[in-house]
């Protein structure tokens, strides 16, 4: 047994440590992680559905082609190889950039974290969506902003909250969306909102920060103009090469104007030198030629049958008041259940009927969301997925005091309309909290 600690630099620690705090989602994993537990929680790329000969063939091609510098330090952008690779990858979203232009990161995460160390100082305010990626939540609060939240409902962020904000005198220091089939919600912005949203902060000259992890990963419907390509000299870009390769690769990159690059750049060499030379050739071996494209293809459609069975399910068990999104592409579902649910205390219970899931206010940065949960049908098979649905099903006190499920029952397949994901809050609201909890 550990014997208990006293923390003798208690009163040494810098301010900003207060407002770092462990992702929920990261504390589920080792749940999750147990076998007999259906997650539903994280996530994370069918990485087994990823031919082996195809990684092992990227690595030995690496190494032919770079030999030693594989194993050497690198420059802290990243190397230019891997950056040439990254920018047709954007171009296949539409997104026109220059290798000088961006900086190779330790994952996507990393891009954020610098963003907030290069932009936030503590008490500044930034726009984030409600509900928002935890991940970006738990970047940007190490550097305690204050948050100005802006609702979502089925076609993304609802600008005109954003826009109304402003008119009342709030000035973010940057707007930061997943506008692809976002984390947690897994809606898409529409187009208008995107045109409305990139013409707004321009003139405010307000920077947005455009999260795109998962833009590669649709499954029905025509593709959507990224907002880096409708206003480039505003728009700072985040992606990651872990939706259509690897996230063990840890390889990320951060495209911006020369002026951001050069700070971001200096930022992460004080963070880590440079990221790995080795995980960089073997990423931009594994992108050349077709083999990435018919590995994606694999995936999207795994994923695709992991979002119809989800969807199935939900209609299948869960309460008739319930409504849920419908992506078009990506990893999650977003729930929003009964107001008598709350899905952190049903948590335990989820637990000991073996199936893991994320609470809604994981990703809120004062913690709301008690009704709500965010669902991932990425990595479990379908049949897992159908099975951890089932466990998931929320309880409801009965009049003797006991708890009974109630699903929709079979042969319901209703869907959800259009409508908000969470309260419409006034415009302007701040959000207290500097950090998330």
């Known amino acids: 047994m550990a014997e208990l600690s006293i923390d003798r630099f208690v009163d040494l620690y810098a301010a900003r440590t207060a407002g770092m705090s462990a992702s929920e989602v990261r504390a589920l994993f080792a749940v999750a992680s147990r076998p007999d537990v259906v997650s539903l929680a994280g996530g994370m790329p069918n990485v087994q559905a990823l031919p082996s000969e195809d990684v092992l063939a990227a690595v030995s091609n690496a190494m032919d082609e770079y030999g030693v510098t594989t194993l050497q330090y690198g420059g802290g952008q990243g190397h230019v190889a891997l950056r040439q690779r990254l920018v ?73 909250q954003l826009e109304e904000a402003l008119v009342q005198g709030a000035r973010p220091k940057f707007v930061y969306t997943v506008p692809n089939f976002g984390n947690p919600a897994g809606v898409t912005m529409s187009a208008t909102r995107r045109e409305r949203l990139a013409a707004l902060c321009r003139g405010a000259s307000i920077p947005i920060i455009e999260d795109n992890p998962y833009g590669m990963l649709r499954f029905e419907g025509q593709s959507l103009s990224c907002l880096r390509a409708m206003a480039p000299d505003n728009v700072i870009y985040v992606g990651t090469v872990s939706k259509v390769f690897s996230p063990g690769v840890r390889v990320g990159w951060a495209l911006a104007e020369q002026s951001v690059v050069q700070r971001l750049v200096l930022a992460k060499e004080a963070a880590d030198l440079c990221s790995s030379s080795f995980n960089m050739l073997v990423t931009e071996r594994y992108l050349s030629g077709e083999r990435w ?21 939900l209609a299948e068990h869960f309460p008739p008041e319930s409504t849920w999104t419908r992506p078009a592409g990506g990893f999650f579902v977003w729930v929003t259940l009964p107001r008598w649910v709350d899905t952190q205390t049903m948590l335990a219970a989820a637990v000991e009927r073996r199936v893991a899931y994320v609470p809604g206010t994981a990703f809120y940065p004062e913690g709301r969301g008690t009704n709500q949960m965010r669902l991932a049908f990425c990595f479990p098979t379908v049949d897992r997925i159908r099975e951890g649905v089932g466990r998931s099903c929320p309880t409801k006190p009965s009049s003797t005091g006991h708890c009974t499920h109630e699903g929709r029952g079979a042969g319901r397949r209703t869907q959800p309309r259009a409508r908000r994901l969470a309260p419409i809050r006034t415009p302007g609201a701040t959000g207290a909290c500097p950090a998330r909890p």
């Open 88 to 160: 047709g990858l954007m171009a296949e979203e539409g997104v026109g950039a220059d290798p000088d232009d961006v900086v190779v990161t330790t994952g996507a995460q990393q891009a954020l974290d610098l963003l907030g160390k290069i932009f936030i100082d503590p008490g500044d305010l930034i726009a984030v969506e409600a509900p928002a990626y935890v991940g970006a939540l738990t970047a940007f609060g190490a550097y305690q902003p204050r948050y100005l939240q802006i609702d979502l409902d089925d076609d993304g962020m609802i600008v005109e």
């Open 293 to 313: 494209r018919r590995n994606l293809e694999t995936l999207i459609d795994a994923y695709r049958s992991g979002r119809d069975s989800m969807l199935e399910a």
